[in-house]
């Protein structure tokens, strides 16, 4: 079966920067398991998998623009040190999940200066490349229950 909106794809994947350094990978966990079509995945690589057949093995770049989006500036801000619980414990590149009004999302302290520190709220991934080496491991149509709830079951 062919991939296409409201299929169930299982895909093994690794994911590299440019330079070649694995990012991401399903190698040890399994096969990711996803409901095509549905935005469950960035929209580079669905479309890069619409129409792939079981079997299937190749080898995918997405912009940032189909991937993580660009690097917001303004994403990126200068926060009093003592706003966090653990203030003594501090590292460049922990990572922190912050409530707003607009949701959760993930922030990495980019830097610290004395008592300050700067967290970039942008994916870590925004802004780069993704080269992705995809195989299909297993295509089926959704069931009801798993089109009423928009994923993979
Ligand atoms: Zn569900």
Known sequence: MKIKKN???SIDYTLKDDHG?????????GPLKYLHGNGNLIIGLEKA???KDVGDSFSVTIPPEEG???VDEGLI????RNLFDDSQGLEVGMQFQAQTEEGTYILTIKEIKG???VVDG???????????????????????EELAHGHAH
């Not at 350094?21 to 966990?29: C, H, K, L, Y």
């Not at 801000?77 to 009093?80: K, Y």
């Open 7 to 9: 299929t169930v794809v």
């Open 21 to 29: 350094n694995v990012i991401d990978s399903s190698q040890g966990r």
């Open 49 to 51: 998998l619409e129409g």
């Open 68 to 70: 993580y989006g660009f």
């Open 77 to 80: 801000q200068e926060v009093p």
């Open 115 to 117: 008592n300050t520190v």
């Open 122 to 144: 942008n994916h870590p991934l925004a802004g780069q490349n993704l080269n992705f080496d995809i195989r299909v491991v297993d295509v089926r149509e959704a069931t009801p």
